[in-house]
Nanobody, 127 residues
Framework: QEQLVESGGGLVQSGGSLRLSCVASGFTLDYYAIGWFRQAPGKEREGVSYISNDGSTYYEDSVKGRFTISKDNAENTVYLQMTSLRPEDTAIYYC?????????????????????WGQGIQVTVSP
């Protein structure tokens, strides 16, 4: 059974940092890509970052230069290091598995393409 579990969220002051983890089970990151998404209250879920099975990465403009996505295939885990956090980063963050990974993407693959989702984790950035 495929499963994703996020951890590492919490409350942080503006300008602070957090590192989110997404642990995969039931499948291997050697063959899947992982996307990070977020959903703020009253807003649609939006893409944040993506890492393909070959390690290539993508960032939305809103987080470029502040967030870093990485993975450890041995641990079957993807990380999202978030720095210089802003109140507008406040949201529930989700990781999701893409069974048809793309390399060198210029836009996030659509939400409907992700087969497995984590339960989500709250990130709150205070002013």
């Amino acid at each position: 059974q495929e499963q994703l579990v996020e951890s590492g969220g919490g409350l942080v002051q503006s300008g602070g940092s957090l590192r989110l983890s997404c642990v995969a089970s039931g499948f291997t990151l050697d063959y899947y890509a992982i996307g990070w998404f977020r959903q703020a209250p009253g807003k649609e879920r939006e893409g944040v970052s993506y890492i393909s099975n070959d390690g290539s990465t993508y960032y939305e403009d809103s987080v470029k230069g502040r967030f870093t996505i990485s993975k450890d295939n041995a641990e079957n885990t993807v990380y999202l290091q978030m720095t210089s956090l802003r109140p507008e980063d406040t949201a529930i963050y989700y990781c999701a598995a893409d069974p048809y990974p793309l390399a060198m993407i210029t836009t996030m693959p659509p939400i409907r393409g992700y087969r497995t989702w984590g339960q989500g984790i709250q990130v709150t950035v205070s002013p």
